[in-house]
């Protein structure tokens, strides 16, 4: 059974950072790609950043050059580095591999 845990939000100061962990367990970690997804009040799902079993990585525009996404195919972990955050990236931040979703951690940002 594909189990995804999110952990490390919270709130933060505008410009500060936060460093979000997923932890997987279940499936055979190292063979599939990994997403954070996040999602604002009255938004739709978004991706944020995405990371292939190779380690190939996709940000959105809207972070780029701002948050990173890594992972540890030993531990089974991925993360989601964030820095330089700002109020609109206030949001619930979800891992995803496949159909598979955590249940979130919220990320709050203030002004």
């Known amino acids: 059974q594909v189990q995804l845990v999110e952990s490390g939000g919270g709130l933060v100061q505008a410009g500060g950072s936060l460093r979000l962990s997923c932890a997987a367990s279940g499936f055979s970690f190292s063979l599939y790609t990994m997403g954070w997804y996040r999602q604002a009040p009255g938004k739709v799902r978004e991706l944020v950043a995405r990371i292939t079993k190779d380690g190939d990585t996709t940000t959105a525009d809207s972070v780029k050059g701002r948050f990173r996404i890594s992972r540890d195919n030993g531990k089974s972990l991925v993360y989601l580095q964030m820095n330089s955050l700002k109020p609109e990236d206030s949001a619930v931040y979800y891992c995803?591999?496949?159909?598979?979703w955590g249940q979130g951690t919220q990320v709050t940002v203030s002004s």
């Open positions: 995803n591999t496949e159909a598979n």
